[in-house]
C-alpha cells in the first residue's frame, strides 16, 4: 500500500483531457513537500514531467500541467496523444517515514 | 547530455550480496548534486533505495538501511550500490538516477535523470 494513492488506470481518447490525482497526508504532501510526476512509457524508464509541484522541465510539452492543494496534488493532460500512453507516478517525500515516497502509479490508456 | 548506464549480474543466490554499478557520463559528479538508487517491481511499484553525494554523505530508506551501502568513485565518475542478504523479495528493476538540487535541508528527494535500468532476480 503506498503512502501516496493514484487511481490504478485512467483512459480518454486522442484530443481529450484527462487528470490523475495523487492524494497524501500531513506527513508528506501537507507538510509542504514538493510533489514530482514522473512518466514512463511501457519498457522504458521514469521520465520527470513535472518538478516543483507545476513546473515543467525543458522540452515537456505545455499540455502538461499539475497542482497541489493541502494534502493532494493532480497531473492534467491535455490534447491526449497516443505517445502518451504509459504510467504516471507522483513523488515526494514523507517525514514520518523519513524516506522517499512514490505513488503506486496510474496506468494511462489513449483509446 | 546526462546519461547513467547500470550494470551488475542479473542473477544472484539467496543470502548473496548484490554489487550494482552506475557509470554517469555528461556529467562530472564532482560538481555535486546527489545520486540515488531507485527499484522497481509490478506488485511493489517504484521504492527508493537510498542516496549518496559526490563527498560520500549518504542517507536511506530505513526499511532497507541495515542492508545496504550505496558508495561513490568520483575518479571514475560512477556510484555503486551493495544490497546483502538477498531474498527473493530483491527481485527488481534496480535504476540509478541524479537527484535535483531542490531539497528539504539536506534531503534531495526528486531525480531528474534515470537509468534505463538493470534487471536483478534473487534466486537458487
Known amino acids: 500500500q503506498s503512502v501516496l494513492t493514484q487511481p490504478p488506470s485512467v483512459s480518454g481518447a486522442p484530443g481529450q483531457t484527462v487528470t490523475i490525482s495523487c492524494t497524501g497526508g500531513a506527513s508528506n504532501i501537507g507538510a509542504g513537500y514538493e510533489v514530482y510526476w514522473y512518466q514512463q512509457p511501457p519498457g522504458a524508464a521514469p521520465k520527470l514531467i513535472i518538478y516543483?509541484?507545476?513546473n515543467r522541465p525543458s522540452g515537456v510539452p505545455d499540455r502538461f500541467s499539475a497542482s497541489k492543494s493541502g494534502t493532494s496534488a493532480s497531473l492534467a493532460i491535455a490534447g491526449l496523444q497516443a505517445d502518451d500512453e504509459g504510467a504516471y507516478y507522483c513523488q515526494t517525500y514523507d517525514n514520518s517515514l523519513n524516506v522517499v515516497v512514490f505513488g503506486g502509479g496510474t496506468k494511462l490508456t489513449v483509446l | 547530455q546526462v546519461l547513467l548506464q547500470e550494470s551488475g549480474p542479473g542473477l544472484v543466490k539467496p543470502s548473496e550480496t548484490l554489487v550494482l554499478t552506475c557509470d554517469v557520463s555528461g556529467f562530472s559528479m564532482s560538481r555535486g548534486h546527489y545520486w540515488g538508487w531507485i527499484r522497481q517491481t509490478p506488485g511493489r511499484g517504484l521504492e527508493w533505495i537510498g542516496n549518496v553525494y559526490h563527498t560520500g554523505n549518504d542517507y536511506y530508506n530505513p526499511s532497507l538501511k541495515s542492508r545496504v551501502t550505496i558508495s561513490v568513485d568520483a575518479s571514475k565518475n560512477q556510484f555503486s550500490l551493495q544490497l546483502s542478504s538477498l531474498t527473493a523479495a530483491d527481485t527488481a528493476m534496480y535504476h540509478c538516477a541524479r537527484a535535483l538540487p531542490y531539497c528539504s535541508g539536506s534531503i534531495c528527494y526528486s531525480f531528474d535523470v534515470w537509468g534505463q535500468g538493470t534487471m536483478v532476480t534473487v534466486s537458487s
Open positions: 516543483m509541484n507545476d
